[in-house]
């Protein structure tokens, strides 16, 4: 076994896109971290979301520090900066998505029994405080991660990764 070069990457990852043509799209709410939101983006490049909505934050993908994570893979990614929520919030509506947030909630189910197969903006929250109550109430699922360990909580890229994987699993196994 060897690890692929470039060319063996390309292909291997074009397989894959082959296998789905479903519609994954994020949502950012209140992120202030500006190297959490250039992992996100790395991230959602590499899982061909569609769309990224940041919303009720000034940090966007034109900050220097997210640029230095995501590492000019914010180019792949269309994004539109939202003064709030309930306008990222309809304007994902409005092309088509339902919202799944991930969030430590009381009747939140764990994100693999989510049905995300039709198109899916999954919704995230700021770094301390998670996704507001306002958000939670207009979304159509609430989703957590399950966790094992001793630690109650993930970094918001972490576990924004986890979710866009998630959702690319099921794609991906339909």
């Known amino acids: ?20 043509d479903a519609r994954l799209a994020m949502m950012v709410e209140g992120v202030q971290g ?17 769309h990224l909505w940041i919303a009720g934050t000034d940090t966007t993908p034109d900050n220097s520090k997210v640029g ?7 180019r792949y990614v269309e994004w539109t900066a939202c003064e709030t929520s309930a306008a990222a919030i309809g304007l994902a509506r409005a092309a088509g998505f339902q919202l799944v947030a991930i969030e430590l909630a009381d009747q939140a189910k764990p994100l693999d ?12 929250g700021h770094e301390d405080r998670g996704v507001q109550a306002a958000t ?39």
């Open 34 to 50: 500006p190297f959490s939101l250039g992992a996100i983006i790395r991230t959602a490049a590499a899982y061909r979301v569609e």
């Open 113 to 124: 029994r989510i049905d995300l197969s039709p198109p899916s903006c999954l919704v995230v």
């Open 1 to 20: 076994m060897k690890q692929l070069d470039g060319t063996g990457m390309k292909r291997l990852h074009r397989e894959t896109r082959r296998q789905t």
């Open 136 to 174: 939670l109430a207009a979304v159509d699922h609430v989703a957590y991660l399950p966790q094992l360990g001793k630690v109650g909580s993930l970094n918001v890229a972490t576990a924004a990764s986890i979710a866009m994987y998630e959702a690319r699993r099921q794609h991906l196994t339909d």
């Open 68 to 74: 230095k994570t995501a590492l000019g893979t914010d």
